[in-house]
C-alpha cells in the first residue's frame, strides 16, 4: 500500500509536466519555429458572451453547466427564428460570464472626467436626431472608414473574422470588417514619431516564449472602444494597447488586450476571450462604403430639418 501511495503521488505531481509536453506537441509551428497563429479567427460564436458581466455574477467569470446550456439554446431560438439564419456566425459561446476579465468584477472601470464629456459628446453625434452639418461631423463607425482595433478584434454578429499571416520578423492580421490590414513588425524597433498619429495606431510585436506580445500606441483618439463594433465610447491620444496571442492547442487562440487610456478611463482594463480556428470561414467582401445609404440619409434628413 505505501509504494501504491508513492506512485500515485508521483503521477499527481509529474501529470501536469506531461499535459503541457503534449498541449505542446499539438501547437503546429511555422518552418522557421515560431508558434503557427496562421488561419481565420472569427468571433461570431463568442458574441453571445455579454461584454460587461452582469452584477448578479459578481467576481464569478464562469457560468455553470446549467447556465451555459441555457445561453446556447437561446442562440439556437434565436438562430431558428431567424430566417434564414441571417446571423450564420452565431453558435455555441464559452462559459464566460463577461469579455471583461479585469476589473474583478467584470465591468469597465469609471471614467474620468474627460472620459465622460467625450462620451456624451459621442452619443450627441449617435442621436438620430443629430443635424450634422457635414460627413466628418460623423463617427469613422457612421462613415465606414473604420473600426479601429478594438471594435475589430472584439466578437460581432457577422464580419467578424480575424485572418492572421506570418512571415519571418513580422506578423500581419487582416479583419474582415472594413478590410483593415496591421503589419506588425517583429524586430523590436522604435514605435513611429509620437507626431503620427493613426487610426489603428502603431503596433510593435515580440515572442513572450510561446505567446505573442502586441504592443499599440500612437492612436488619434477618434476610435470607439466600448461597443462590439467600434461606434462605442471614444477613445483619446493617450491609449495604449498590449494584446496577447496564444495557442491553447492547434485549434484555439487565446486572446487577450489590455486596455490603458488613462484620460478616458481612471485604471486599465482588460478583455480575454478564445477563439476558434475555422479553416471553411469565408472572409466576404466588406461592402461599406458601397452600401453606405445613411450618411447620404442622416445630411439629407439635416438639410430638410434646417429647412
Not at 455555441?92 to 469579455?99: C, M, R
Not at 498590449?242 to 478611463?265: G, H, N
Request: one cysteine or more.
Amino acid at each position: 500500500m505505501p509504494f501504491r501511495r508513492a506512485a500515485l503521488a508521483l503521477l499527481i505531481l509529474v501529470a501536469p509536466f506531461f499535459a503541457r509536453d503534449a498541449a505542446t506537441q499539438t501547437r503546429p509551428r511555422t518552418p522557421w519555429g515560431d508558434p503557427d497563429l496562421q488561419g481565420v479567427w472569427p468571433g461570431g460564436p463568442v458574441f453571445a458572451v455579454p461584454f460587461e458581466r452582469d452584477p448578479e455574477f459578481g467576481t464569478r467569470a464562469i457560468l455553470s453547466a446549467e447556465e451555459a446550456a441555457r445561453r446556447n439554446a437561446e442562440v439556437d431560438a434565436q438562430s431558428s427564428f431567424v430566417t434564414g439564419n441571417f446571423f450564420p456566425e452565431l453558435g455555441h459561446a464559452p462559459p464566460l460570464t463577461s469579455l471583461i476579465s479585469d476589473p474583478e468584477n467584470g465591468r469597465l472601470p469609471p471614467m474620468t472626467d474627460e472620459g465622460v464629456r467625450r462620451a456624451a459628446a459621442w452619443q450627441v453625434i449617435a442621436d438620430p436626431e443629430y443635424a450634422a452639418f457635414g460627413p466628418e461631423d460623423l463617427r469613422p463607425y457612421d462613415r465606414c472608414i473604420t473600426r479601429g482595433v478594438l471594435g475589430s478584434a472584439f466578437p460581432n454578429s457577422y464580419s467578424s473574422g480575424m485572418d492572421i499571416f506570418q512571415s519571418p520578423g513580422f506578423v500581419v492580421i487582416r479583419y474582415e470588417m472594413i478590410h483593415e490590414t496591421r503589419i506588425i513588425p517583429l524586430d523590436r524597433r522604435p514605435h513611429v514619431s509620437p507626431a503620427i498619429r493613426l487610426y489603428l495606431g502603431d503596433s510593435r510585436g515580440w515572442w513572450e516564449g510561446d505567446t505573442l506580445v502586441v504592443e499599440t500606441t500612437n492612436f488619434n483618439g477618434l476610435t470607439g472602444s466600448y461597443a462590439r463594433n467600434g461606434d462605442g465610447n471614444p477613445t483619446s491620444t493617450s491609449l495604449r494597447l498590449i494584446e496577447r496571442f496564444r495557442l491553447q492547442d492547434a485549434k484555439t487562440l487565446s486572446y487577450q488586450v489590455r486596455v490603458e487610456d488613462p484620460q478616458t478611463w481612471v485604471r486599465s482594463w482588460t478583455v480575454t476571450f478564445p477563439l476558434t480556428r475555422d479553416d471553411k470561414y469565408v472572409v466576404y467582401e466588406y461592402a461599406c462604403h458601397e452600401g453606405n445609404y445613411a450618411i447620404q440619409n442622416i445630411l439629407s434628413a439635416a438639410r430638410a430639418k434646417e429647412k
